[in-house]
DNA sequence: AATAACCTACCTATCGATAGGTAATTTATA
DNA sequence: TATAAATTACCTATCGATAGGTAGGTTATT
């Protein structure tokens, strides 16, 4: 893993515990073994570093999801997917969404990384939106965003509370 | 409206856009026109602020929400009362809900703040469950979890995409 | 006189960022 | 192929700004 890579999975693992002023570029430097002013080689500015954390944390997350049409090929429910995906974050990582995050703190962001997290939701609808049409839903854009909120309230709520069988609970279907 | 008073508001603005480290001493004592280190003088550290501003904030909020049971005697729907709660803080505060962002950055806060936060959220819950069960609902707790996250959720997407026709769209009913 | 509500004047720690330099590697040119 | 130029990936040292917090003095109220 190059340095580049640590800076930014070092980042990612604070933000998503305390957001965008969770981390700084000497406690970054320190983590990996370089000195903080070598940062700004990689990363001109912090805004700089928070826009392509988010970004490369998007195109992860949507590599991940694959495309609902090939899980409905499957016989999966895409939705179920994912779901799974949201679950896992919290079980396995137990840390909010990146994007949840800093999406909460949008107001007080740096307008390319505000862009990014933009990007990360639409790009979410979007595949939302072909997964409940693919599921026959009549009102898919209406699903997706339903899908999403339930998803990311559940996880703040169950970080909040300590509690994962809160998301269990609003994941159930009634 | 006192020095302290004043100095919950602004630290409550500050908060609902940026979370826990978007205010500063600092800036708060220059906003109501005193010095920062009158400020110590109402809350000792900025941890003992934080926490009284989300148990007051919860205060206000379980307030404004009244009884269930009322409601239901008037013939609303309180549900509605709640969801309407949130679309006022989204559509005329143009801010976040004070602990759907302190929740989301939960694991960096300091232990009083973080206490407060849950406890919003556990009185939210037991509004809810309460309400649902007045409504009918096989499954009150269920729905409860369900109805807060959606909300918290939709409320946090709709500020990040700038465009409350996402709110609006995620508390429709289906 | 006592207490409340400030103040001035400071502290230490940390922030993002910059200037200027170095050693090692890669690329371009004669 | 030898050498010159440029690039990569760091470094030390320092900047001005800001963070939360403290000690001790002053002013206003009761």
Redesign the interface.
């Known amino acids: 893993m190059s340095k580049k890579e640590a800076l930014l999975k070092a980042a990612e693992n604070k933000v998503r515990?305390?957001?965008y002023?969770?981390f700084s570029f000497r406690e970054l430097a320190s983590e990996i073994g370089i000195k903080s002013a070598s940062v700004h080689y990689h990363f001109p500015t912090k805004a700089d570093l928070g826009a392509e954390l988010a970004h490369q944390y998007t195109n992860a997350f949507l590599n991940a999801l694959g495309s609902p049409s090939e899980h409905k090929a499957n016989g999966k429910n895409p939705i179920e997917v994912y779901t799974q995906l949201f679950r896992s974050a919290l079980l396995f990582d137990k840390?909010?969404c990146l994007?949840?995050?800093l999406?909460?703190?949008?107001?007080?962001?740096p307008e390319k990384v505000?862009f990014e997290?933009?990007r990360f939701?639409?790009q979410n609808l979007e595949w939302l939106t072909e997964a409940h049409l693919a599921n026959g839903e009549q009102?898919p854009?209406?699903?997706a965003?339903?899908t999403?909120?339930?998803?990311?309230?559940?996880m703040?709520?169950s970080?909040?509370?300590d509690d994962n069988s809160?998301f269990e609970?609003?994941t159930?279907p009634?």
């Open positions: 515990l305390g957001g002023s969770n840390k909010m994007c949840g995050l999406g909460a703190e949008s107001d007080s962001l505000r997290v933009k939701f639409n009102q854009k209406h699903a965003i339903q999403v909120s339930l998803l990311e309230g559940a703040m709520i970080k909040t509370l809160y609970l609003a159930q009634a």
